[in-house]
């Protein structure tokens, strides 16, 4: 029996209510395992960071693609059962509706946060006016109440981190962006008590996040004193990993000894997390069966060597697996799709219905005719007419809970006037 997951709507509501009161630690993984072993010392949210990202992907902070950036969103949301805070840099548009559509994309990838900064990223004119960057805060706002999804809104001021040390200044804009919609206000580089607590008496009631991402003398304890909600690490984390990576390698290419390996982590260790971190993934049954033969091939080798396009959606629609032969029917990659709802490929208009009957046969947990094959009309990326022959399903746990839709599809050589592909699930 696979554990049952929290819903993106559970990790939004729980993420909102962390915002309440108190104050708590919001971690910075940057891959999959990372995350895991997060989530494991009990951790009650995650958030990205973009320079621990950029720099897996071997470039420097800020010069990772938007496209890239959206596709290691999906998978960090996927990676653990905690609310993900996105870590969306400038939005990666310099106008407010490049923003808006950006932050649309961002907010179907599942996170329950993301934060917009200020920073140009041009170092002559580092930061947008004020005007600006709150009307920018404002379309970041709009694009997530639009969208229909509880996705908490954080408003960074970065003017310590471009050379702009100035309190007041920095004060100022937060404030705009609280006015502009943000639920939470951060300041990165403000680093004494005093700096702090200013920043938390201007902007309350709103909820602070600082960082710490160097050494410091205050404690966990202390900064709550201070007022503060949470506490980010940036890519202090990435950068403590590659502090240990880099040591030890260049004292193997510049003195030949292997001595720094003496602080590594320990393998057995590492292997004795990953494995019952699996374990408690998959279920209580899962380690007295072993793996499956499927697992033993893997999954995602079985799907791609499929002829038909597969495309699996959780319970609220969105797109969890998305195979080449999907790629190849509809257009869109699976970067693209992955984390989308199925209007990516529903004619507009058949839209309300399929979303009905979408609602239905998760609620019930079967379709009306399961196994029959339905010639249907979808979406091309390119926005012309696909027709293809799909099949549907609804899949189970154990206990007879849906956990979402499965479809399989082939193109149709003669197209007739069918339904549209989400019409299928009916009851």
């Known amino acids: 029996m696979t554990a049952i997951r929290p819903s993106i709507a559970d990790k939004r509501r729980s993420f909102r209510q962390l915002h309440q009161s108190g104050c708590f630690v919001i971690p910075n993984p940057w891959d999959i395992g990372s995350a895991r072993y997060l989530q494991g010392l009990g951790f009650a949210a995650l958030a990205t960071t973009s320079s621990g990202h950029a720099w897996s992907l071997g470039r420097p902070d800020g010069a990772a693609s938007r496209e ?15 609310p993900l805070n996105a870590d969306f840099e400038n939005g990666h548009a310099l106008d407010a509706a490049g923003l808006a559509d950006s932050v649309r994309l961002a907010v179907e990838t599942g996170v329950a946060g993301l934060s917009i900064e200020d920073s140009t990223g041009d ?12 009307l920018r805060m404002r379309a970041a706002r709009r694009a997530i109440d639009q969208a229909g999804a509880d996705v908490l809104l954080v408003g960074r001021a970065e003017c310590f981190l471009v050379g702009r040390p100035d309190l007041d200044e920095t004060i100022a804009r937060l404030r705009a962006y609280a006015h502009a919609g943000a639920d939470c206000l951060y300041a990165p580089g403000i680093a004494s008590a005093e700096q702090i607590a200013a920043v938390v008496a201007a902007v309350a009631p709103q909820p602070v996040n600082l960082l ?15 007022g503060v909600r949470r506490v980010s690490v940036g890519g202090a984390l990435a950068r403590a990993g590659w502090g240990g990576f880099m040591n030890a390698a260049r004292s193997i290419a510049e003195t030949g000894r292997f001595d720094a ?26 380690a007295q069966q072993g793996p499956s033969p499927a697992a033993e091939v893997g999954f995602e080798a079985l799907v791609g060597q499929m002829a038909e396009a597969l495309i699996f959606a959780d319970r609220e629609g969105r797109i969890r697996v998305w195979n080449g032969a999907a790629e190849a029917l509809f257009g869109h990659s699976a970067a693209q799709a992955l984390g989308q709802n199925l209007d990516l490929i529903i004619p507009e208009r058949f839209r309300a219905a399929h979303w009905r009957a979408y609602d239905a046969a998760i609620a019930t947990g079967r379709v009306a005719h399961p196994g029959e094959v339905r010639t249907t009309r979808a979406v091309h990326r390119d926005g012309s007419k696909v027709y293809v022959e799909m099949s549907f399903g609804v899949v189970t746990d154990a206990q007879g809970s ?24 009916q009851t």
């Open 261 to 286: 390996f003496a602080n590594a982590a320990s393998g057995a260790e590492l292997n004795a997390f990953f494995r019952e971190d699996l374990a408690r993934r998959a279920g209580p049954d899962a």
């Open 212 to 226: 710490i991402g160097s050494a410091s003398r205050l404690t966990l304890a202390e900064v709550a004193q201070l």
């Open 123 to 134: 170092a002559a004119s580092p930061l947008f006016e004020l005007d600006t960057a709150a």
């Open 402 to 425: 849906a956990l979402g839709s499965l479809a399989v599809a082939r193109p149709q050589r003669s197209p007739v006037d069918a339904p549209a592909a989400g019409a299928a699930p």
């Open 68 to 82: 890239a950036v959206l596709a290691h969103l999906h998978e960090m949301v996927e990676a653990s059962d905690l």
